[in-house]
């Protein structure tokens, strides 16, 4: 589960420091988005969700943010920690008759100890 | 629950050769999809099922590739014959609807020589 891309981007961040993650998705009739996170060896695990009808939502510890506007999604990771280190990806789900969702590259997160 | 299930966890062949990947979703999903992971490309839809039936098999790669959903708790993803571009790692997920989150399971990794 750990084969992503070897040039992902990557987000070094100090242990107990807020995480942005940052996503451009790619069609504007998206209207539905979620936040997955992939560790090594793993499958990508669900984290958060958004509906087009919002532009916040708060979890714990995670925010997600959308601009629909520019077509923006970002991830916002409280008090990051060592356990958060992990890939995450953005996916967009449009209903094209049926649904279909369209996973990003990837940003590949550390955090420091 | 055990989550979604995938064997096996590893799968190793000579080109040529046929593959068939199994997956059980989670009890009452009714919504799965196979996905594969590479380097390269990320995570790309392959197809998916609404209640065991195929709606989007337009990431199916060529005529190589075939899966099959025969009841609600087990879906196929064969490969016949295999080729080396094959590789990858290979994902089921499974979800409520396809309007809502996904389950992934671990995955399988295919290496094709």
């Known amino acids: 589960g750990e084969s992503v891309g070897l040039h992902l981007p990557t987000l070094s961040v100090q242990e107990g420091d807020n995480s942005i993650i940052n996503c451009a998705y790619s069609?504007?009739?998206?209207?539905?988005f979620i936040w997955y996170k992939q560790e090594s060896g793993k499958g990508p695990q669900f984290i958060i969700d958004?509906?087009?009808?919002?532009d916040k939502r708060q979890g714990q510890r995670v925010t997600v943010l959308l601009n629909k506007t520019v077509k923006h999604l970002s991830l916002q990771i409280a008090a990051t920690q060592p356990g958060d280190s992990a890939v995450y990806f953005c996916?967009?789900?449009?209903?094209?008759?049926?649904?279909?969702?369209?996973f990003g590259a990837g940003t590949r997160l550390f955090v420091k100890a | 629950d055990a989550g979604v299930i995938q064997s096996p966890r590893h799968e190793v062949t000579e080109m040529g050769q046929e593959v068939t990947l199994r997956c059980k979703p989670i009890?009452?999903?009714?919504?799965l999809f196979w996905y594969r992971q590479t380097m390269m490309r990320g995570l790309e839809l392959l197809i998916y099922?609404?209640?065991?039936?195929?709606?989007?098999d337009s990431g199916m790669p060529e005529d190589r590739f075939s899966a099959k959903m025969p009841n609600a708790s087990f879906s196929t993803l064969k490969i016949q014959p295999s080729e080396p571009r094959d590789s990858a790692v290979y994902f089921c997920?499974?979800?409520?609807?396809?309007?809502?989150?996904?389950?992934f399971g671990s995955g399988t990794r295919l290496t094709v020589v």
């Open positions: 997920a499974s979800s409520s609807g396809t309007g809502f989150g996904y389950t």
């Open positions: 069609n504007s009739a998206s209207d539905y």
């Open positions: 958004i509906r087009s009808n919002m």
């Open positions: 996916a967009e789900t449009l209903n094209t008759g049926g649904f279909k969702t369209i």
């Open positions: 009890s009452g999903h009714n919504s």
């Open positions: 099922f609404n209640n065991n039936v195929p709606i989007d």
